[in-house]
């Protein structure tokens, strides 16, 4: 009689328990996924900070080198000053057109 | 058999919620009634490492190409800390960690460090270069720990430090921006901290709006400034040269594109490195550029010249009698020299620095249109993107004696800030219009998205003709008067003016042998790319401004000129002078 109302034998226990199975593995690995993820957030972010600090120094040396070149008393260098000074004409209208 | 399993259920169900509260009951104990101890514990233990790196956005400088260069940054490095409660030998610690240390590192305050057995954390070096800091932890010595640590760095030391600005720790335990463009723009600049550290597991499920649209991506970034370090190193250079041979109290300048507003260098000397702050002067950490005011003297007579001929009260054929000295309100008025010229054309005003010129321009233009224009000018903040920035002090408009509006023509009794200043004479410069002096023309968001900020508001003040005609007056001054006409540019004209104003003494009167000087300049004469404002305050044993700044003055244009390759704006054929 049974038989004839359910043709498959069932039960909710091992469906239940299957069901959280999957979903506990899932969990597990989605808390696995997204702590990677962090991870390697942090570290690259890190890495990223790192090359900017070395990026920093490097402009550190740049900017202390235009300062040192404005510094510089040509004369100490062994240049001598200009005897003349040559100023670029304006170009004429004709010239431009 | 199903009462049975009813049965198994339940005790089962009975555990789990014993064992819940009992975890419930142990962290109330832990989180409600021992919170406090155990949060100061941990921060004992993690006064460092635990809070998290300090991070902060960028503030760039921008070449003349538009690269953007670091005026400040992060360095990343290393910090050392002890545990004197685990610390085996101090000699040997101290030596490794000496060897390191970027400064000094005191043997006696770090045994002093090592004899608080109370503490188990106390930090003994900071700011330790990358491979030395990793040299150091590779060595694993007992009770010392190597942490790793960022902290705020500028590249170019000094350069532009009073624009850029500090951070440090204000009321809080945070480092915020304290003066300058950090303090300005720390909004955008601070970071809240927890981007990296947050949990994403509870963000993803209890906080996906802000996943989807992140407010603090909208907000948080890096700014970029129009200052020019190739510019700003020469003006530096320039000033510390004259601050230096004179001996004045201070000196200053601002570079400024006049139609725009943009500043292109904005330098006072003495400063201060940022990186070092250990012995500066607290003094020296505001801004003298936009914090204090001076009585800038004859750079003021281009402004009453422009309001008189703007409101018609001359023209630039107008004549005058110069007596040499006047008398108004029982004060007297004098020329620099004191002598009679007789009848002359008012741009003598200019070219000569008449006092009583200036004077009589603003008897002409009358009380309540003075006024009008100088409140106009300085009667307002200029706006500019930086903390704290003075008023000008303008008690003598509000009067009705004359002889305080004649004083003001010719810069005194009438004290405004550097950057009013440039933003005033900007107007003679820009055809009549005034414009928002700033150091920031974008930000760069997280996001990716760069903002480019919006100084477009502009003040008329003059009309375009009565700008043209102060400028004609300015230029005439340059080719002729200074260095005696051997400053002229051929092919480049130049308008100028020189400014000598005696200081106060503070009881009401003037100093007679103490002086403040200015000098102020854009060129091309006609359509200016750059106005130069420049001022050295007390210099010593020298009276005039065209004897201080005129040098450093010609050598920013000329400077200016070749690095920025500003085409001839005359039509002189080559032509050649004695260098």
Known sequence: MRNSRFPFSFSLVPLLSGTVAVLAISYIGLIAVVMSYAALT?????SVKNDESAVAVLEGQYLASIASIQDLDYRTAGYAAPLAQIFVPAASMTALR | MRAQFRSRIRF??????????????????VQIMHGDDYALKADRQFASGGSGLFDRGAIYFTSKDGTNISAATLATGFLVAINPQTIQDPEAAYTAIAAVASTTLSHDAFLAAVAKKNLVYVEVAQH??????QALAA?????????RERWRYYPGGTLASQAIGIVSYGSGDTLVGQTGLEAEYDGTLSRSGDSLYKNFFAELFSNVGNLLVNAKDAREGSIVTTIEPDVQTRLEHDLAAVNGQYSSKESGGIIMDPATGAIVAFASYPNYDGNNLQNVDPSLLGNPLVEQVHEFGSIMKPLTMTSGLDAGAITPQSTFDDPGCITVNTMRICDWDLKPKGVIGVKQIILQSLNVGASWVATRLGQDKFRSYFTTLFGQKTGIDLPNEGHALLGNLATTQQVNFDDMSFGQGIAVTPVQMIRALGAVANGGVMVEPHLVSAIRLDSGITRKLDWSHTTPVFSATAARETTQMMTEMFDTKLENGK???PTMSVAAKTGTAQLTDGHGGYYTNRFFHSFVGFFPSYNPRFIILLYTDDPQHVEYASETLDTTFLDLTH??????????DRGFATSTSQG
């Open chain 2, 139 to 147: 060595e694993n010595i007992p009770g010392v720990q190597v942490l």
């Open chain 1, 42 to 46: 942090v570290e690259f972010s890190q």
């Open chain 2, 487 to 489: 400053a002229i540019i």
């Open chain 2, 128 to 133: 330790i270069p990358d491979a030395a800091g």
């Open chain 2, 559 to 568: 400077f200016l000129i070749d690095y920025y390759q500003i085409p001839p």
């Open chain 2, 12 to 29: 089962v169900l009975a555990l789990i919620i014993l064992a819940a509260l009992l975890v419930l009951v142990r962290l109330y104990f």
